[in-house]
T-cell receptor, first 113, second 111 residues
Framework: EAGVTQFPSHSVIEKGQTVTLRCDPISGHDNLYWYRRVMGKEIKFLLH????????ESGMPNNRFLAERTGGTYSTLKVQPAELEDSGVYFC???????????FGPGTRLLVL | SQQGEEDPQALSIQEGENATMNCSYK?????LQWYRQNSGRGLVHLILIRSNEREKHSGRLRVTLDTSKKSSSLLITASRAADTASYFCATDGVNDYKLSFGAGTTVTVRA
């Protein structure tokens, strides 16, 4: 069974540009989560989808971040326009049921110059 | 606010020794999970322990949970060089599905 995959693995962009990150959860997992770790800080929750619906987006830092999960399969996280403080590692995770094991992808390393 | 806090921040041991790290949290939890992250790689799930469980084993890993003290420990027995990584505890709340992570313990196993 394939694990959670994320694309791209690395992204280097300039401040003001747009970047879209993609996450493919484990097949059949209705729950999909986005987290990020900015330099030197702990991993922080961004948002949670159940199928295509946003269950909790309390961790989204501001309206420059937009997450979608059309069709309830893969998800995208768009940052527009990117700022320097958005640099970090963005993780995606999925779980079969809520409050069960969350399986993480390898992360996307974003660097905003 | 940070829910889990690992202790120590860093640990260096000789191959074959045991490594113990602790995690403390602030609010009531439903589950506590331990993850490992090798340098530059993703988070690998190690073990999940539920709030009504006190101890769990998986291979060379032993996790304990003391809900009265709001703390958990992860013991790695007979450590190997491949165990060199950062270890994180993560909790989810009773009515909360998101994980709250600590800052992690960096473990270095010397050959």
């Amino acid at each position: 069974e394939a694990g959670v995959t994320q694309f791209p693995s690395h992204s280097v962009i300039e401040k003001g540009q747009t970047v879209t990150l993609r996450c493919d959860p484990i097949s059949g997992h209705d729950n999909l989560y986005w987290y990020r770790r900015v330099m030197g800080k702990e991993i922080k929750f961004l948002l949670h989808f159940v199928k295509e619906s946003k269950q909790d987006e309390s961790g989204m830092p501001n309206n420059r971040f937009l997450a979608e999960r059309t069709g309830g399969t893969y998800s995208t996280l768009k940052v527009q326009p990117a700022e320097l403080e958005d640099s970090g590692v963005y993780f995606c995770a999925s779980s079969l049921r809520h409050q069960e094991t969350q399986y993480f992808g390898p992360g996307t390393r974003l660097l905003v110059l | 606010s940070q829910q889990g806090e690992e202790d120590p921040q860093a640990l260096s041991i000789q191959e074959g020794e045991n490594a113990t790290m602790n995690c403390s949290y602030k609010t009531s939890i439903n589950n506590l999970q331990w993850y490992r992250q090798n340098s530059g790689r993703g988070l690998v799930h190690l073990i999940l322990i539920r709030s009504n469980e006190r101890e769990k084993h998986s291979g060379r890993l032993r996790v304990t949970l003391d809900t009265s003290k709001k703390s958990s420990s992860l013991l790695i027995t007979a450590s190997r060089a491949a165990d060199t990584a950062s270890y994180f505890c993560a909790t989810d709340g009773v009515n909360d599905y998101k994980l709250s992570f600590g800052a992690g313990t960096t473990v270095t196993v010397r050959a």
